[in-house]
Structure formats: structure tokens, C-alpha cells
């Protein structure tokens, strides 16, 4: 398409490729000035339901005014083609920068700041960017932060069903990618929050998560989380806990460490509310940085991570310790009080009846998913070991794992008593290794096609 015209843009060179279409550089006739001007591809626009909602998303994009967020001046459809233009961006994307190993310690914090405050605008706006990482944030050549494809995730959702309501499987865009984007999907995963990789609905604070995972990636030159696969990394994004940057590069500052920790926490109502609280926090410490001050974490966020380290660290959870109490409470009603020996002990009775019933509930919470889970199409095995379901697949897809993590997700949800359930999706054990787990105790399904070698028998 090079030297010729969409509407009033003439096409000058081809910039890139991506997963969503091809983007060139453009010259606006009727403004003079150059353009990046992104072809969107023909299958993500081909429904006008989907076509309709990115461009009310891409519009409400567009109204966002802020120095850290490339603005986008115009969306629309020529001869079935589909384009947006935008604000051309001469510098440098924060991948290349890592890459190139141009970064120190107070360029990568400059830069997490200014994307902060970008999203904080857009968040204010009530839009989630769907997308941060590496390559979608770029610095100019006068060392300004701009984030690029502001709403243009959303066109990678599936599409909503009849209703009009996003049905479960559509509540993220993995899926898609997965099946759309081979070539490019494990660079997005890794960005991906644990919401987003486990099919859930998505918060401002999954912005702040994949914020947290560049802010990472700068300061130690690696990703927090990844895997021989897309849904090995997607598994260790929802379930691993993240390396400290501190065993990485030695003296990094603490206060640091507690920002990207904040960042990357699993649950997402444990993280920064949204961009704004967390570009308060960098902003103290670019101050910090530049003013020379190491400081110790202050009493406040001292007491912060002791009570985020007491509820992680508490197998048995908030629930459980209510119950606990209330049970303290009932003994200590029952010394204190003249109640007849024969009441005391039915209410030992119906206590004991209580208590096997709450420690039998996760296995027949387990015992239901195995129900299911075993009906889905390519299972071949499950096994059930401690607190990690492993479920073996002809061929792993993400529409599997999602599944599979959405049912999990409502059984840690119901959880009284115990640590919570783990679940991952294989496809990549060896005959050797397939065969010696259909001997062990604690498989729970076989499929009726497989059976154990003659060699095993």
C-alpha cells in the first residue's frame, strides 16, 4: 500500500506487523503532518457488532488528552477497509530500550512515572488500556513517555454472544490471541494480569499489573514470569509467585521492591487501586532516587506487607479464623454458664457433624470438577495430588485452561478450611512420562481410549 492514499492519509513506509494489522507511516494532506496510520485486519472487523463497539471504544480513546498517551485522530472505514490514525511517535519502544540495554535505574522509573500518569487519566476516563507492555509504551528522542494503542485491545475480544452480554469464555481476549496471533502471542501473555490469564472480568488494577511487569522488566533486564509455553507462562502468571527484584540486581532500593511487589500481587484487590495511587508512590521515589536518600520502608507500608504476609502466609484463611473465634466465643459461654451436661453434649453432636462436613466439602467440591472436567472434549487424564489438579489434554488450549481455571477460581472462592486449588493443563508429556502417571494412586480419570503398554503391564 506504500504510495497510496486512505482518504485524505498518502502512505510514505511500512512501519510494522502486528497481530491486530499492518501500520505505515503517513502524511495527513490536510494538516501536513505525519501520521501512524494502523490498517486493522479484515477478520477482526468482519462482524458490525464488534466493529460498532471498538469504534465507540476507540472514540472514547481518542477523547483522552494527556503527554503520555499518543493521541488518536481518526477511525474509520474505506472500501472495507478499517484504519486508524494516529499520532506518529519517533523514538524508541521500552523493549528496544531493554534490549539495546539503554535503561539505568532512574530512566526506568522516569518512564513507569509517566505511564502511570497517563493511565490515571485514562482510568479516570473509566478506560483500561487491556494491552501494557513493553512494546506498546515508547520514549521519544527529548526522553518523553508515550503510550501507544489506547482502546484498540478491545478489538481482540471475542465477539458478545446474542444476549448482548459477554458469556465467560469472552471476558478476556486470551482465547482469541491464541488461536489468532500463533506468531505473537507469548510476547502479550507475558504482560497478561492473572485476571486476564484466567478469564476473568478486568479492573483498572489490571492495568497497574502489567505496568508492574515492564517497571520489572526494566529494572532486572528479565520477565517476572514465563514458560516453555503460552500457557505455561499464563499458569505461572496466575499461580507463581514473582522472583524478588532484589536477588536479581543487589541494591536496588527497598521502597522499590515494595512498589513492584504491590504491583504484581495476585489478587487484584491487593494491588494499587489504580494508576494513580501507584504513580504517587513512584514519584516519592524518583524523588528519593535523585535526591540521593536510601530509605527503609516506612511504618505505614511496614504494616501493609505485615498484614499482606499474614493473609497469604494463614493456609487456613479469614473464614476459618472468624470460625474459630466464634468458637472461642461458644466455649467460653458454655464455662461460664449453668448449661445441663446432656445439652452440652448434643451441641458436641451437631458441632462434630458441622466440622466433618466443612473438612469433607473441598473433596466433593474436587470430586464435582473431576465430574466435569472429564467431560470436556481431548481430556485424556486428571490427577488429583495434594492441591494441584493436573489435567492432561490431546492438545492444550487456552479455551481449556480458562475452563478449567474458571471452575477452580469458584471452588477457592467456597474454601473454609485449606490451602487453595491449583490447576494446570498439559499436553507435553512424553509416552514414558504419560504411562508413568497413569500408575500412580492419585489419578482420578483415564479416558476409555487409553490404556497402560504392554511394556507397563
Not at 85 to 98: C, D, K, P
Not at 170 to 185: L, S
Request: with cysteine.
Amino acid at each position: 500500500m506504500v504510495g497510496k492514499s486512505i482518504k485524505h492519509y498518502k502512505i510514505e513506509e511500512l512501519l510494522g506487523k502486528g497481530g491486530m494489522g499492518v501500520v505505515y507511516r503517513a502524511q495527513d494532506q490536510k494538516l501536513k503532518r505525519p501520521v501512524a496510520l494502523k490498517v486493522l485486519k479484515p477478520e477482526l472487523t468482519a462482524s458490525p457488532d464488534r466493529l460498532r463497539r471498538f469504534q465507540q471504544e476507540a472514540r472514547a480513546a481518542a477523547s483522552i488528552q494527556h503527554p503520555a498517551i499518543a493521541q488518536v485522530y481518526d477511525i474509520d472505514e474505506v472500501d472495507g477497509t478499517t484504519f486508524i490514525a494516529m499520532e506518529f511517535v519517533e523514538g524508541h519502544t521500552v523493549s528496544q530500550l531493554i534490549t539495546n540495554q539503554e535503561l539505568d535505574l532512574i530512566g526506568s522509573v522516569e518512564i513507569a512515572y509517566q505511564a502511570a500518569e497517563g493511565l490515571s487519566k485514562a482510568h479516570k476516563s473509566k478506560i483500561i488500556h487491556r494491552d501494557i507492555k513493553s512494546d506498546n509504551i515508547m520514549v521519544t528522542r527529548d526522553g518523553h513517555t508515550k503510550i501507544l494503542d489506547f482502546g484498540l485491545a478491545k478489538l481482540l475480544e471475542p465477539d458478545a454472544d446474542a444476549t448482548g452480554t459477554e458469556t465467560w469464555p469472552n471476558r478476556t481476549r486470551t482465547q482469541t490471541m491464541a488461536q489468532t496471533m500463533a506468531g505473537t502471542v507469548m510476547g502479550t501473555i507475558a504482560y497478561m494480569s492473572p485476571e486476564q490469564a484466567r478469564g476473568q472480568e478486568l479492573t483498572y488494577t489490571s492495568d497497574v499489573f502489567s505496568l508492574g511487569i515492564v517497571l520489572y522488566e526494566m529494572v532486572t533486564g528479565e520477565l517476572p514470569f514465563k514458560g516453555d509455553s503460552p500457557l505455561d507462562t499464563m499458569h505461572s502468571i496466575a499461580f507463581d509467585e514473582v522472583k524478588p527484584i532484589t536477588v536479581i540486581r543487589k541494591n536496588l532500593p527497598p521502597e522499590l521492591h515494595r512498589i513492584i511487589s504491590r504491583c504484581l500481587r495476585k489478587r487484584s484487590e491487593d494491588r494499587y487501586e489504580d494508576a494513580a495511587a501507584l504513580a504517587m508512590d513512584l514519584k516519592h521515589l524518583r524523588a528519593d532516587i535523585e535526591s540521593g536518600v536510601r530509605r527503609t520502608l516506612i511504618p505505614g507500608h511496614k504494616f501493609e506487607e505485615i498484614k499482606y504476609w499474614i493473609r497469604t502466609s494463614i493456609p487456613v484463611g479469614s473464614k476459618v479464623i472468624a470460625l474459630a473465634a466464634a468458637a472461642l466465643v461458644a466455649v467460653a459461654i458454655l464455662l461460664f454458664t449453668d448449661i445441663p451436661w446432656a445439652t452440652l453434649l448434643w451441641m458436641g453432636i451437631v458441632g462434630l457433624v458441622i466440622f466433618r462436613y466443612i473438612r469433607n466439602r473441598k473433596r466433593r467440591m474436587l470430586k464435582n470438577l473431576v465430574s466435569k472436567v472429564s467431560r470436556f472434549e481431548g481430556v485424556r487424564a486428571i490427577r488429583v495430588k495434594d492441591n494441584k489438579i493436573t489435567v492432561v489434554a490431546d492438545k492444550t488450549q487456552a479455551n481449556l485452561y480458562i475452563r478449567v481455571n474458571s471452575m477452580v477460581d469458584n471452588i477457592n472462592k467456597k474454601l473454609y478450611i485449606g490451602r487453595s486449588v491449583e490447576a494446570v493443563v498439559r499436553d507435553d508429556l512424553s509416552p514414558d512420562e504419560f504411562q508413568s502417571m497413569l500408575r500412580e494412586t492419585n489419578i482420578v480419570y483415564v479416558r476409555d481410549d487409553i490404556v497402560l503398554t504392554e511394556r507397563d503391564l
